[in-house]
C-alpha cells in the first residue's frame, strides 16, 4: 500500500517571504542562480550547484549556508509532525499555453497537493513507478547533498489515479478553498504565502487527526507515478538500498488527471550546417512508415494544429522544420504513450551519432521555431524536430506495464514546486531500509 508519513517541515518564518524561495534546483540557470542566490538565506543558494564549484565545494558550501540562514531565523521547524497541503495558482507562459489542447487553455490555474514523506518501506517498489530516466551522476549528487546537509529539500511531484476526486475534496473542505472560484483564501490560515515569478505557492499543515486517517484509507489500495523529481528520488532509492538516513523522500501527491497538471514533450533542434531537412528526409531508411512533405511556409498556429491533429489520431512520429519546409516523419501504429519521443530520439542518436541530450531543448514548438528563424543565435537556420502531446493516461500506463522509461528531458510537467516552501531534516524522518 502507499502510506504516507507526517513530517516536522522547515518553512519561511515569515509566511510572505517571498524572497526566501526560488524555481527547484534544476531548472535554474547560472545566471538565475546568481539572481536568487544574491538575497540573503534564498534557498537556492543551498539546493543548488552552479556550474563554476566543484561537487565538493558546493558540499562545503551548502550545510554553511543553510546554518546561517537557520541562525538568521529565517526558517522555522514546527513542533509535531503533520501532514501539508501544497497549493500553486499559476499562468503558463504564453507559448506554452498555446501548446496546449485549445479545450485545456485558461487564463490561470490552480494545482493541490498533499504532501508527506513516502515511506519506502510499507509502499511496495513495484506500487511506484518512473516514466523518466535519470543521470546516474546526478543521482549521486543528490545524494552528497542529502548527507551533506541532513536535509530532505522540494517534495517531488508524484500523479495518482482516483475515479473520484475524493481527495481533492477533502483538502479543499479542510482549508475551506474553493478550487472552481481559483481562491487560494480559505478559512485556514496558511503557513505559507509566497510568490515567485508571478506563481502563487501556499502551504498549509493538516492538524485534524481523523484526516490523516481518511486520506490514509484513501491512499492505501493506490499506485503512484513518478512526475517531476526523477534525481530525487532516485537519491532516495539509493540511500534506501545503502540503509541510510534520508530514505523517506517527501513527495507532494496529485492527482493525474488533474486539470491544473499538464504533460508537454521537450522539443528539439539541431544546429545549421549539421543537415538539411532534404537530407534527413532522403537518409530517413525504413524506420518510418511515411515522410510526407506539408506546407513549405506553414504558420506557428497551424503547425500547433497539425501537432493536435497527430495526437487525437494516434499518428506516432514528428515534425522537422527547417528553412526548404515542414515534413511529417510517421512511425509504425503502437499504442505505446512515449512512442513519438522514443522513435526521435532513437533517430537523433543513430542520425548523429551523438546524445540527443546535447541538441537544442525546448518547451514549447514556438520556442524550437523561433530559435531556428532567429536571424542570429546558435540555431539560427538550423532544423526544429516537434513532437505531438502526450497524453497522461498513455505514460502512466507505460510505465506501469512494462517498466520502461522514457530518455531524461523527454517530457515536462507543469506548474513546479518551488524550493525553500517546506524541508524536513533526515534524523526526523523515518529511517527505512533493508535493516530496519
Known amino acids: 500500500m502507499v502510506e504516507l508519513l507526517p513530517f516536522r517541515a522547515y518553512h519561511p518564518a515569515d509566511p510572505a517571504a517571498s524572497e526566501l524561495i526560488s524555481p527547484v ?18 534557498a537556492a543558494g ?3 550547484r552552479p556550474s563554476t564549484l566543484t561537487l565538493a565545494e558546493f558540499l562545503q558550501k551548502a550545510p554553511d549556508r543553510l546554518r546561517s540562514a537557520f541562525r538568521a531565523g529565517a526558517y522555522v ?7 501539508y497541503v501544497y497549493g500553486i495558482r499559476y499562468s503558463p507562459p504564453p507559448d506554452v499555453l498555446e501548446a496546449l489542447p485549445p479545450d485545456s487553455r485558461r487564463s490561470e490555474y490552480l494545482l493541490l497537493g498533499l504532501v508527506g514523506a513516502l515511506d519506502l518501506t510499507r509502499t511496495p517498489e513495484d506500487l511506484i513507478a518512473r516514466h523518466e530516466d535519470a543521470f546516474p551522476e546526478r543521482i549521486e549528487e543528490r545524494v552528497r547533498l542529502t548527507e551533506a546537509t ?28 474553493d478550487r472552481r472560484g481559483m481562491s487560494l483564501e480559505g478559512t ?35 499506485r503512484i507515478l513518478i512526475l517531476d523529481g526523477h534525481h530525487r528520488y532516485g537519491a532516495a532509492r539509493t540511500l534506501f538500498h545503502r540503509d541510510r538516513p534520508g530514505s523517506s523522500p517527501l513527495v507532494m501527491l496529485v492527482e493525474s488527471r488533474d486539470r491544473a497538471l499538464h504533460l508537454l514533450p521537450w522539443h528539439r533542434a539541431v544546429a545549421p550546417g549539421t543537415v538539411s531537412t532534404e537530407a534527413l528526409v532522403a537518409r530517413a531508411g525504413s524506420r ?12 506557428i498556429p497551424e503547425l500547433i494544429e497539425e501537432l493536435g491533429r497527430m495526437s487525437r489520431r494516434n499518428f506516432r512520429g514528428f515534425l522537422a522544420v527547417g528553412p526548404a519546409g515542414v515534413w511529417a ?7 505505446d504513450g512515449g512512442y513519438d519521443f522514443d522513435l526521435l530520439h532513437g533517430y537523433l542518436t543513430e542520425e548523429f551519432h551523438g546524445d540527443p541530450h546535447d541538441f537544442g531543448v525546448f518547451r514549447s514548438p514556438r520556442q524550437a521555431i523561433e530559435a531556428i528563424q532567429s536571424p542570429s543565435g546558435g540555431w539560427s537556420g538550423g532544423v526544429a524536430f516537434l513532437l505531438p502531446r502526450l497524453r497522461e ?9 512494462s517498466g520502461r522509461v522514457m530518455a531524461h528531458k523527454s517530457t515536462m510537467f507543469i506548474p513546479k514546486v518551488a524550493e525553500g516552501v517546506l524541508f524536513a531534516p533526515t534524523r526526523d524522518l523515518p529511517r527505512e531500509g533493508p535493516g530496519r
Not at 503557513?191 to 502551504?203: K, P, S
Request: contains cysteine; negative net charge.
Open 188 to 222: 485556514a490560515a496558511p503557513l505559507v504565502r509566497a510568490t515567485l515569478d508571478g506563481t502563487e505557492h501556499r502551504l498549509w499543515r493538516l492538524e485534524d487527526p481523523d484526516v490523516g486517517g481518511q486520506l490514509a484509507r484513501m491512499l492505501a489500495p493506490l
Open 393 to 401: 493516461e498513455a505514460i502512466e500506463e507505460r510505465a506501469f506495464s
Open 25 to 42: 534546483y534544476d531548472t535554474l540557470s547560472d545566471a538565475e542562480l546568481r539572481r536568487f542566490s544574491r538575497t540573503p538565506h534564498n
Open 46 to 48: 543551498f539546493v543548488a
Open 288 to 299: 518510418f512508415v511515411s515522410v510526407r512533405p506539408l506546407a513549405s511556409a506553414a504558420s
Open 77 to 83: 521547524q514546527d513542533s509535531k509532525a503533520a501532514l
Open 329 to 335: 516523419f510517421r512511425g509504425t501504429d503502437s499504442a
Open 150 to 177: 541532513g536535509m530532505h529539500f522540494a517534495p517531488i511531484m508524484a500523479g495518482y489515479t482516483l475515479p473520484s476526486h475524493a481527495i481533492n475534496d477533502l483538502l479543499e473542505k479542510c482549508l475551506g478553498l
